[in-house]
């Protein structure tokens, strides 16, 4: 995996030394990652941007906010996730694959913590759980 560190690897580390809040950005491939201090980058559409994407490239990637606590998961499953017609297949997928690449990635940065998804992004949840409407 490419990981990127904006501005640059030695303001990450050194965030991350300090338990500072990360924005992360991971590509839905687990190919590329991005990662910034979280008052550096402000947000992840920003953060993308500045690490020379488009920022319509947004929804090629899962979303993150990190720190030693635990990684808090942006989760929005885009219309067009891997084409699959059915809402609730694709959220589906989409939660089963944003597991195991943001597990991965965190793996890897040596952060062993766990994945939460706050409760203003639940709602697809309800999708799951059949509590909703295709």
Same mark, same amino acid.
């Given at each position: 995996?490419?990981?990127?560190?904006?501005?640059?690897?030695?303001?990450?580390? *050194?965030?991350?030394? $300090?338990?500072?809040?990360?924005?992360?950005?991971?590509?839905?491939?687990?190919?590329?990652?991005?990662?910034?201090?979280?008052?550096?980058?402000?947000?992840?559409?920003?953060?993308?941007? %500045? $690490?020379?994407?488009?920022?319509?490239?947004?929804?090629?990637?899962?979303?993150?906010?990190?720190? *030693?606590?635990?990684?808090?998961?942006?989760?929005?499953?885009?219309?067009? /996730? *891997?084409?699959?017609?059915?809402?609730? *297949?694709?959220?589906?997928?989409? /939660?089963?694959?944003?597991? $195991?690449?943001?597990?991965?990635?965190?793996?890897?940065?040596?952060?062993?913590?766990?994945? %939460?998804?706050?409760?203003? /992004?639940?709602?697809?949840?309800?999708?799951?759980?059949?509590?909703? /409407?295709?």
């Amino acid at each position: 995996m490419n990981i990127i560190k904006y501005p640059s690897s030695e303001e990450v580390n *050194k965030a991350m030394a $300090a338990d500072e809040p990360l924005l992360v950005l991971i590509s839905f491939d687990s190919q590329t990652a991005i990662m910034s201090q979280i008052d550096e980058a402000v947000e992840h559409h920003i953060l993308l941007m %500045n $690490a020379g994407f488009k920022d319509t490239d947004i929804d090629k990637f899962f979303r993150i906010i990190l720190d *030693k606590s635990g990684a808090d998961w942006t989760f929005i499953c885009p219309p067009d /996730y *891997k084409n699959i017609p059915f809402k609730d *297949k694709r959220i589906e997928a989409f /939660y089963k694959d944003g597991f $195991a690449v943001i597990s991965d990635f965190l793996h890897s940065i040596g952060y062993l913590v766990g994945i %939460n998804i706050p409760r203003r /992004y639940r709602r697809h949840m309800d999708v799951l759980s059949g509590d909703s /409407y295709k």
